[in-house]
């Protein structure tokens, strides 16, 4: 089944959000596959988000990703990859639905280190394979398990 990238941004575990984005996951039906408490280093986040280092805004974006400790995840289901970036919300906070996850706990897309959109998921199969191998190396990967609660979400 389809896999994703999931990281609680710094402001995201700052904020003790960690709980309650990991309970919206689970609820909506899919399922936890890896799970890493860490504090990024600057290459790793270089790599992440090589597409946007021609961005005015990358060199503060490095900053505040590695300001503190983050939640490194990998989650499956049917559609996790766009099903995720529903849960999420869009990129800039206040222009976002509330119900979610960026809508609901954030308001600034970040101007200083300590703002931001509290959460990332890959937006692209392509994306989410690079971050898992990225985020997860071989030797880390991942726990190869089936919810007993799968014939209850999904056909
Ligand atoms: P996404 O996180 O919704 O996929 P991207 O366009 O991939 O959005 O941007 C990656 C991250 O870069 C955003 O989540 C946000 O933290 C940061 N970012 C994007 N646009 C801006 C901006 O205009 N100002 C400051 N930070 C931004
Ligand atoms: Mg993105």
Same mark, same amino acid.
Request: charged share 25%; glycine share 10%.
């Given at each position: 089944?389809?896999?994703?990238?999931?990281?609680?941004?710094?402001?995201? @575990?700052?904020?003790?959000? @960690?709980?309650?984005?990991?309970?919206?996951?689970?609820?909506?039906?899919?399922?936890?596959?890896?799970?890493?408490?860490?504090?990024?280093?600057?290459?790793?986040?270089?790599?992440?988000?090589?597409?946007?280092? =021609?961005?005015?805004?990358?060199?503060?974006?490095?900053?505040?990703?590695?300001?503190?400790?983050? @939640?490194?995840?990998?989650?499956?289901?049917?559609?996790?990859? =766009?099903?995720?970036?529903?849960?999420?919300?869009?990129?800039?906070?206040?222009?976002?639905?509330?119900?979610?996850?960026?809508?609901?706990?954030?308001?600034?897309?970040?101007?200083?280190?300590?703002?931001?959109?509290?959460?990332?998921?890959?937006?692209?199969?392509?994306? =989410?394979?690079?971050?898992?191998?990225?985020?997860?190396?071989?030797?880390?990967?991942?726990?190869?398990?089936? &919810? &007993?609660?799968?014939?209850?979400?999904?056909?």
């Amino acid at each position: 089944m389809e896999q994703t990238f999931i990281l609680i941004k710094p402001d995201g @575990v700052q904020r003790a959000l @960690v709980g309650e984005i990991i309970s919206r996951f689970e609820k909506k039906g899919f399922f936890l596959r890896g799970l890493k408490f860490t504090k990024a280093d600057r290459p790793t986040i270089e790599k992440h988000y090589k597409n946007s280092i =021609a961005k005015p805004y990358f060199d503060m974006l490095v900053d505040y990703m590695i300001s503190s400790p983050v @939640v490194a995840m990998v989650w499956e289901g049917k559609g996790v990859i =766009a099903g995720g970036r529903k849960l999420i919300g869009s990129t800039d906070p206040l222009a976002t639905m509330p119900g979610t996850i960026r809508g609901d706990f954030s308001i600034d897309i970040g101007r200083k280190i300590q703002h931001g959109n509290v959460i990332h998921g890959s937006d692209s199969l392509e994306e =989410a394979k690079d971050e898992i191998a990225l985020w997860f190396p071989e030797e880390e990967r991942i726990v190869n398990w089936h &919810s &007993s609660l799968q014939p209850w979400i999904y056909e």
